[in-house]
């Protein structure tokens, strides 16, 4: 996870470069960027969460695993994490694929 | 969220039309955490990244929604902020005669400005309220704004570039992008003939002032009565093309089962089984009371929300407190344009002690009305039921 987010950091410090005009944080915006703030969601404690957070995190903040619980179930999952490794490019090998249906279906699905 | 929802309509015995809204204080946590991005008033936050931000109940009861408490949606993460003064945007395309570089005060200065007061709503609007519920972002009511649209005509530019006989869509690119290269780019594309309506725009500003950077700065499109995802944000590229754009967001995402809703067709994008979302259904809000609410035996109160369609207008909102029996017309307020939400109130009778559930249902000029029942689609899209409120009078 740690990688993960330091991944994104690079990347959003890289489109904060782009920016000619203070980059994606002006300087007198007090409030903490999303991509900080956004560190407190916290995934359920099960076999695969490390995995699961590292990869779902390079993409998208993880607060989208619990909102969409209650839509879930195994073969949504599965179709979900195929979505995300055949059209969106998601680098999860079908070993990885596996292990993070488990846990997504384990403590994700149709629950809150 | 959905539980509870259930739970009201169990108390009800089921005889309500359409849903009683969780809208009152005590909702589930998570679909009220509440979270400010840089210049915006705190909006109840769906994901943090891609930013998903949705605008609060309270902050629709407006005329125009405030620019800070304008909902935000994205499906990327890298949004650069984009320095007005570099900003650029091309205009080609293999229908196109001359291609043209614009910067934004080639834009402000060289063509007619327009204004339109539009309705902006996410096809997604009232997703997380759906039965059974259906991934995506799980939004309530508050993906939705009306504004008043300020920028120029499009098909203006398009003519300066010079659109070929050919043409048959206007593919459109932004400069937000993925964070994996092979997580296909938020590309949109029209039928041409919307393209050219005449209040289709390249907008620059919204309520007066600059776009907000999370609206679409330095300018988007405004596509009037046709669903949020058409009016891409921070424009920068628009292509005049000959044939169908087959990029993931027109032919896989945004679609709906082919003939399950009225409105315009986009043939060029349809299939037997599926076909776009296009232009929004038509609908209601009730912004106050709040479900839940207490109002005061033999105290004046009344009913106030919004109505809105793909731009025939609204004709009618009728408010029924029978659970569906009988209905009476409420009273419109100010037409503020036919792609404008309108206002309307309705006195409510407070006389009798006891519960007191409140269906409001809108009807278009064109005909239509809000259904009762929801029509199934694997996206969640075109929420438009009639609501009610469940209120106490004590």
Not at chain 2, 68 to 91: C, G, K, M, N, Q
Not at chain 2, 336 to 352: K, M, N, P, Q
């Amino acid at each position: 996870m740690k990688a993960a987010l330091a991944h994104w950091r690079a990347l959003a410090a890289s489109a904060l470069a782009l920016g000619s005009a203070g980059g994606w944080l002006g300087a007198a915006e007090p409030q903490a960027p999303p991509q900080l703030q956004e560190e407190t969601v916290q995934l359920k404690e099960a076999p695969g969460r490390e995995l699961t957070a590292g990869r779902c995190n390079i993409c998208h903040s993880l607060e989208y695993i619990p909102s969409n619980a209650p839509a879930m179930n195994r073969g949504v999952w599965q179709k979900e994490i195929q979505k995300m490794k055949d059209r969106f490019g998601a680098p999860i090998t079908d070993e990885e694929a596996k292990q993070i249906l488990d846990y997504l279906d384990g403590s994700y699905s149709g629950k809150s | 969220m959905a539980t509870r929802r259930e739970l009201l309509l169990a108390a009800t015995g089921g005889c309500l039309i359409g849903r009683v809204w969780a809208t009152d204080a005590g909702a589930a946590p998570e679909a009220e955490a509440l979270a400010s991005l840089p210049g915006k008033r705190p909006l109840i936050r769906r994901s943090f990244r891609p930013p998903n931000f949705e605008t609060p109940l309270a902050e629709l009861a407006a005329g125009f929604t405030s620019n800070d408490a304008f909902f935000v949606r994205y499906h990327l993460s890298v949004i650069p902020r984009i320095d007005p003064a570099s900003w650029r945007l091309e205009v080609s395309g293999a229908s196109a005669h001359r291609p043209l570089t614009l910067s934004l005060k080639d834009l402000q200065s060289g063509f007619e400005h327009a204004e339109v007061v539009a309705v902006n709503q996410c096809a997604g609007n009232r997703r997380g309220l759906f039965t059974p519920r259906v991934p995506g972002v799980q939004w309530g009511s508050g993906a939705m704004g009306n504004a008043r649209w300020r920028g120029v005509r499009l098909r203006e530019v398009l003519q300066r570039a010079g659109i070929a006989s050919d043409a048959l869509e206007v593919v459109f690119g932004g400069a937000d992008a993925p964070v994996m290269p092979a997580t296909p780019a938020f590309v949109k594309s029209l039928p041409v003939e919307r393209a050219l309506d005449e209040n289709t725009l390249v907008a620059f500003e919204m309520n007066g002032r600059p776009l907000p950077h999370w609206n679409g700065a330095p300018a988007r499109l405004v596509v009037p009565g046709w669903v949020g995802t058409y009016w891409t944000k921070h424009l920068t590229s628009i292509r005049i093309e000959p044939r169908a754009f087959d990029g993931f967001w027109m032919k896989t995402a945004y679609r709906v089962p082919t003939g399950a809703f009225p409105g315009v067709r986009f043939t060029s994008q349809e299939t037997a089984e599926t076909t776009p979302v296009t232009e929004l259904m038509v609908n209601s809000l009730i912004t106050s009371p709040v479900s839940g609410a207490r109002l005061r035996r033999s105290a004046h109160a009344e009913l106030a929300g919004k109505a809105w369609d793909a731009g025939a207008g609204i004709e009618g909102v009728e408010v029924s407190v029978d659970g569906g029996r009988s209905w009476r017309d409420a009273t419109l307020q100010r037409d503020l344009g036919r792609f404008a939400w309108r206002d309307f109130r309705f006195v409510l009778d407070t006389s009798s002690a006891g519960r007191l559930d409140v269906a409001v249902r809108a009807r278009s000029r064109n005909g239509a009305k809000q259904p009762d029942k929801l029509t199934p689609n694997p996206s969640g899209y075109h929420d438009n039921i009639v609501q009610t409120v469940s209120l106490e009078v004590a």
